[in-house]
């Protein structure tokens, strides 16, 4: 009695034979790669979206003026507006 070997080369053949046969299409198959990199690509995007909305935000610096407009009137600052000691 003789064992049947299965062909590994085959299984692609028997996988797409048990298809519809519009599925074999080569526009079909090109299409639904293009639809599964969309849909990771959106779910890519959307991971970002709710990275940023769930960032945790820095405090904000507070701005100070670069000079003291009356700095040059008061003998206790310097000319770039800092209190003298």
Same mark, same amino acid.
């Given at each position: 009695? +003789?064992?049947?070997? +299965?062909?590994?080369?085959?299984? #692609?053949?028997?996988?797409?034979?048990? =298809?519809?046969?519009?599925?074999?299409?080569?526009? #079909? @198959?090109?299409?639904?790669? #293009?639809?599964?990199?969309?849909?990771?690509?959106?779910?890519?995007?959307?991971?970002?979206?709710?990275?940023?909305?769930? +960032?945790?935000?820095?405090?904000?610096?507070?701005? =100070?003026?670069?000079?003291?407009?009356?700095?040059?009137?008061?003998?206790?600052?310097?000319?770039?507006? #800092? +209190? @003298?000691?």
């Amino acid at each position: 009695m +003789k064992t049947e070997m +299965k062909n590994p080369w085959n299984s #692609v053949a028997d996988e797409n034979a048990s =298809k519809p046969q519009w599925m074999n299409h080569p526009v #079909v @198959r090109i299409l639904s790669k #293009v639809f599964m990199l969309a849909v990771f690509g959106i779910f890519i995007l959307m991971w970002q979206v709710l990275e940023n909305v769930f +960032k945790s935000e820095e405090e904000p610096i507070e701005e =100070k003026p670069l000079y003291n407009e009356g700095a040059y009137l008061d003998p206790d600052y310097d000319d770039d507006g #800092v +209190k @003298r000691w």
